[in-house]
Each structure stands twice: as structure tokens, then as C-alpha cells.
Nanobody
Framework: QVQLVESGGGLVQPGGSLRLSCAAS????????MNWYRQAPGRQRELVAV???????DYADSVKGRFTISRDNAKKTVYLQMNSLKPEDTAVYYC??????????WGQGTQVTVSS
């Protein structure tokens, strides 16, 4: 069993930055692929960034060059550094841990609002 707790969300002006954190409990954190998703009001949840257990990363086209995902296995934490934020980045951001098709876990989400 893995529990995920996100933090770091808030209100930021356009062009600003935020860093989200997702702290995991349980064992085998280093074996999980870790993902950040987001869901804006009235829209489907979308995949934002991925960091695999091997350290490979990938990003949605909409955030490439602005967001950076990273992980610290010793701290059992995954981060999402978000720069040059835009109003369209406003959403609830969720952390997701995947070990297999049947072993997936979600955090409770953290609100990010980009507005002047």
C-alpha cells in the first residue's frame, strides 16, 4: 500500500513559478513510475509529466520547456517544478504512482491557480 500526499499548490500570477511535491509512504518507492496529472473544471484529467523508475522523463506538449519533473528516492518524493505559468495551467494537480496495471495509487490533489 502506498499513500501519496501532494503539497505546494497555491495562487500565482501569470509568469510565476511553483514547485509541487508528492511525498510517498510505504516501500518500493524506487520501483514505481511516478506521474503528475491535472484536471481543470469541466475537463478530463490529463497526464502532465512522467518520471520512470529508471529516471526517464516525458511531458505533455503543453508544458514542455516550462515544467520539470524529478524524483528523490531517498526521500520518497517526486517534484514538479512549474515555471512560466499560464492561466490555462490552473487545475487540481494529482500525483500518481504506478507499479503495474493493478497497482496504482493516487494522491488527494493540490490546487494550482494562475491568475492576476
Amino acid at each position: 500500500q502506498v499513500q501519496l500526499v501532494e503539497s505546494g499548490g497555491g495562487l500565482v500570477q501569470p509568469g510565476g513559478s511553483l514547485r509541487l511535491s508528492c511525498a510517498a509512504s510505504g516501500s518500493r518507492f524506487s520501483l514505481y513510475d511516478m506521474n503528475w496529472y491535472r484536471q481543470a473544471p469541466g475537463r478530463q484529467r490529463e497526464l502532465v509529466a512522467v518520471v520512470t523508475s529508471g529516471g526517464n522523463t516525458d511531458y505533455a506538449d503543453s508544458v514542455k520547456g516550462r515544467f520539470t519533473i524529478s524524483r528523490d528516492n531517498a526521500k520518497k518524493t517526486v517534484y514538479l517544478q512549474m515555471n512560466s505559468l499560464k492561466p490555462e495551467d490552473t487545475a487540481v494537480y494529482y500525483c500518481n504512482a504506478v507499479l503495474s496495471i493493478s497497482l496504482k495509487y493516487w494522491g488527494q490533489g493540490t490546487q494550482v491557480t494562475v491568475s492576476s
